[in-house]
């Protein structure tokens, strides 16, 4: 089992760090909560990806509804985000896989082996809440 990165939100400076989650709405996963859900979605994320890229940085966030976020508006909140913060653009790509509710891919302006995801899983939380990763990857 390859291990997933640890969520890095309050140790780095990494590109993830400058995307702004709005806490009222979504809570900041700390420590080993929820660590099966968590490491299900990095592994299935680590397999979407097909090899090519590495967790360096993850965030990882209960939504508090517990009907869950629009996904259409989420991503186009990631997209604006994504440009504001380290001049990023959604991209296409052939990776597709089951198990996933749905994932954005995004390029990061001043380093091309680098790519930032947002993914949430089809599986909700055992508490009924939805699970969506920030992820920061490193192409290999």
Do not use: C
Not at 13 to 22: L, M, Q, Y
Not at 35 to 44: D, G, Y
Request: net charge negative; no cysteine.
């Amino acid at each position: 089992m390859t291990q997933a990165a640890p969520d890095t939100a309050a140790t780095s400076a990494s590109v993830i760090d400058r995307i702004h989650v709005d806490e009222r709405n979504d809570r900041p996963l700390d420590g080993q909560e929820f660590a099966e859900s968590r490491e299900a979605l990095a592994q299935w994320l680590i397999g979407y990806t097909g090899g090519e890229y590495a967790i360096v940085a993850s965030r990882y966030f209960e939504v508090r509804n517990k009907s869950g976020v629009n996904w259409a508006f989420a991503e186009t909140y990631f997209d604006q985000q994504a440009r504001t913060h380290f001049g990023g653009e959604r991209e296409r790509h052939a990776w597709h896989s089951d198990g996933v509710g749905a994932a954005s891919l995004y390029t990061v302006a001043d380093d091309p082996a680098r790519r930032v995801v947002v993914a949430t899983p089809q599986a909700r939380l055992p508490n009924g809440h939805m699970l969506y990763g920030i992820f920061e990857l490193q192409r290999k």
